[in-house]
């Protein structure tokens, strides 16, 4: 039996989001993998585009091929792209609620969203740090074989980064990466790399915090103190990790040869050697939930915005990494 398409939520309408996904139907239409989006339609329109409004997602699949399926929900405010509006906060949640319920009813196979802008989503009174944490909430009570995040993984070219911190001042760091927290995020990350990635035996690397990774504790002692009683609880589990390593060497391509994520601590240190590796073709996946959901990793273009010039390539790279997690999980 042929799974349901990808749904796609359009994002903030004022960005890049409506460039990008005509564009990558324009490029997925003939081989696929099938995807419809939750969002206004009649922002889809022109640049060769064609549009096919559905009343069901089950319809894309019938339609993709010719036209670009949508779920079409109006904005109720007009949109100026470059220009986001808090007014258009209702609408872009909305459309997000809307792929997440059609996912855990079957209906789609899994979410793929399109950027947001939060500042005007804060204003609007939105409480989430961001689509992460948001679409964990939307999922917290439905059923999940598997240790719960969220972890937001990275991947570009042959890295995978998974994140113990996220949205967070440097500052803060320390405080915040806790024995506990590095645990849970290596167990998710080890069952995520298992059941989405097909890998049957993951091997992780773990960042250290300090340079040098501490250099046995004249440099920080977050590596002796914090780190390797994780390392020694997930070792004892069965779990492949390494010891806290110079996060300076560890992501050349020698090294990136001997694992299959990287455990970061923090932001910067897993984005940075994603974003060198591949910029424009970087995917963020989010672990731990009881569905798929992926998202390209940039922001919503304001400056460029409406001008022909965004690129469409972390968007495909989405699409097509969230259709590669929806057959692994689908494996006997």
């Known amino acids: 039996m042929m799974a349901p398409p990808l749904a796609l939520s359009l994002g903030d309408p004022a ?15 003939q081989a696929g993998p099938v995807f419809f989006v939750v969002g206004d339609a009649d922002l889809l329109q022109g640049d060769g585009v064609i549009v096919a409004r559905i009343d069901d997602p089950l319809q894309a699949g019938a339609v993709f091929e010719s036209a670009l399926p949508v779920l079409h929900r109006p904005v109720t405010v007009p949109t100026q792209s470059g220009r986001s509006d808090p007014a258009h906060a209702a609408s872009i949640v909305a459309w997000i609620e809307e792929a997440v319920d059609l996912t855990l009813g ?14 005007p989503l804060y204003q609007a009174g939105f409480r989430f740090p961001g689509h992460t944490e948001f679409i964990a909430e939307l999922t917290a009570t439905a059923p999940f074989e598997g240790t719960r995040g969220p972890v937001m993984m990275l991947t570009s070219a042959d890295l995978r980064v998974c994140l113990v911190t996220i949205h967070v001042p440097l500052e803060r760091v320390p405080g915040l990466v806790t024995t506990q927290k590095v645990i849970d995020t290596a167990r998710v990350a080890h069952e995520a790399l298992q059941r989405d990635f097909a890998i049957a035996r993951p091997r992780l690397a773990l960042a250290g915090l300090n340079p040098h990774a501490g250099e046995d504790g004249t440099l920080g002692t977050e590596e002796r103190d914090v780190l390797m009683p994780a390392v020694d609880q997930l070792r004892s589990e069965g779990i492949d990790i390494s010891v806290p390593l110079p996060a300076d060497t560890m992501f050349h391509a020698e090294a990136r040869a001997h694992y299959d994520a990287a455990i970061c601590l923090y932001h910067d240190q897993g984005l940075i050697p994603v974003k060198t590796l591949d910029f424009w073709g970087g995917v ?6 009881p569905i798929i959901r992926t998202s390209p990793d940039h922001g919503v273009g304001h400056d460029i915005a409406g001008k022909g010039l965004a690129r469409p390539d972390s968007l495909i790279a989405a699409i097509q990494l969230a259709w590669e997690m929806v057959r692994n999980r689908a494996r006997p």
């Not at 890049?16 to 997925?28: D, M, N, T």
């Not at 079957?106 to 500042?119: E, L, Q």
């Open 284 to 289: 963020n996946a989010t672990l731990g939930l």
């Open 106 to 119: 079957g209906f789609a196979s899994g979410v793929v969203t399109s950027p947001i802008a939060k500042a």
């Open 15 to 29: 960005g890049i989001g409506p460039e990008i996904v005509g564009a990558a139907w324009q490029r997925l239409h």
